[in-house]
């Protein structure tokens, strides 16, 4: 990626992405559980995270996919991605 | 209650839930069937130009959005979603939902625990999986949806809606080709009356119309071949002109439970399935035995176990499934079972109208009985225009019958190589 990204630009997009992978105009904190809240299972989140990987232009690993717990989890998993990208 | 009451308990069916290729619910079929109006078409799902087949009874003014969230749709195959559709609609008609969304045991502690599930089906996911297939050749494996692993298996659907409704007890899914769905009525009935579950869910759901699917039943040999020149009329059992099925897609599932369980909550009753068997020819992988007698053996079975001599039986719901060798065999095997009485029993395929759902080819027959016992009126075998050389039964050709007495219905099918099952339907009587 050609410009390094904000932490509030990541955490727009990606909350962009989660309203629209679950469907519906939800209020988003970053401490919003993705299972607990969201009912957003293991295999949801790595689809979630391909979602993730394509508009970020990035590689992340599936189990790490799969423990992310929070939306906080998401932002801090890109902001690094994004980070090795460009350093 | 003891365990000896319950093994000689009636099983009764509460509550039906309907997709078909004429929509969705009981009264749209029984109206269409009654009025003989086809729902074979041509097939406009996938490019048919690799198969003979090109007709199927194919889901009309069908939309899933209107039942299921476009976030379930998209984890699951279509045979997943016809099946958690009709199993809710079946659960709301027996009167097991509490407003509308989650069935009474939810509020019970461990109260799915006695919650049963059986599901018949033949091909599995095929629609979903060959769309991944496609994205993992053309684009890799990071194009390929995570949901795969859940998706495409036939035991796809028990998952699905066990976990939909809390369904916590005993499940199976029976692959017995067109034979399934009735295995797993069969089996649910054995359950409640062996005391291993309070309710049972039992019924059968198929989505064959995907590339991949539909070249694996061609190539069985059992597909009718006239459909190549697209006629709504290739579907044609038992007539002088059968050459093969032809395939639908749909679902339909029924809430079992023991007659003094549904009269004790106030539950209206249907009907109840009296009697039931199931048997093999042992024969070949596709061909069914000619002789038709390991067939007559089930349905012998299935009429002693309700307890009905012959001359008891008004109705018969054939397999009927056009393949010439098939027909035959089953016109034999009647015999053999009826005796005499054959001559005079009435002999109706219904499905010809709207095509062969496969795995809920016989959920499908048995709610047809159901409305047929309630109305005394026999649906017609649409095609059947002048009976083959050797189908020498009392067919009902083209158009309903009504009669004055249909109490009892005999409801055959039979899956590919003679898995062979027999149920018997009778007017509730308390």
Redesign the interface.
Known sequence: MANILTQATITTRIEEIIKE???EDLDLTPQTRLEDDLEIDS??R??LG?KI?KTFDITLADDKIRKSATVEDLIQMVTHATLTLNA | MTSEVKATSRIVITGIGIISPYGVGSDVLWENVIAGKTAIQPITSFDTDHIQCRVGGQLADFHPEQYL???TIR?IDPFSSYALITTQLALQDAGLMIDGKKPVWSQQEQGGNRIGLCIGNNLGGWQYAERELRNLWKTGP?EV???M??AWFPAAVQGNVSIQFGIKGLGRTFLSDRASGAQAIIHAADCLRRDRADIMIAGGTEAPFSPYAALCYETSGLMSKQAINHSPASYRPFDAGHDGLVAAEGAAFFILERAEDAQQRGATIYAEIAGWASSYDGYDLVKVAPDGERYAAAIKQAMQRADKTPEQIDCVFAAGSAVPAEDLSETKAIHLALGEAAQQVPVSTPKAAFGNLFGAATPLDMSLALRAIQERVIPGTLNLEEPAEGCDLDYVPQTARSVEKLDTCLINARGMGGSNAALVVQRWQS
Request: glycine share 6%; hydrophobic share 25%; charged share 30%.
């Open positions: 992978h679950v469907g295999i949801e790595v689809e391909i990987e | 969230s476009s976030r984890k990071r949806s995570p949901y692993a859940t």
